[in-house]
């Protein structure tokens, strides 16, 4: 017969090997790199890449720009509307605010890109003209997204 105490401790080891087990089940399960493009049509070229392992998601901003292109102060520019990443609509709260780079020649402007349950989006507050076809959007995020059950 084993003693309440002993009961106890082999609970408790038995609940740090499944959690561990469950650590190393999130970890290897990873899915590939989803590349998204821009729903904007204005800013052609670029898109929205993301790496998922479990709920957490990581996002960045890849491609280039097809054409020259003037961004419009005030105007919202979304590089990823939610509809195209369906985890994305679970986001709760807040917007979560990065930074993005935009890379045209030797010119760099940084503005700021927000995530929420809408999509990726971001409003220059000034007018940017001259950003030349193949410029860069840059940016990179880790979101952390619960499902619904």
Known sequence: MISYASYEWVKEKLKEIWNKIDKLDIATTVSDVTTLPCPTSALGGLSVSV???GNQFNFFGSGHLNNAVSLNNGTTYKLLDASQFEPLKS???DPTA?????TSGTT????PLFFDS???YFTPHQQITGIGSNSTF?????LI???DD
């Open 51 to 53: 790496i998922s392992i």
């Open 91 to 93: 986001y709760v709260g």
């Open 98 to 102: 990065t930074t993005m780079w935009i």
């Open 108 to 111: 760099a402007y940084s503005l």
């Open 118 to 120: 809408s999509g990726v």
């Open 138 to 142: 840059s940016f990179t995020q880790l």
């Open 145 to 147: 997204l619960a499902e």
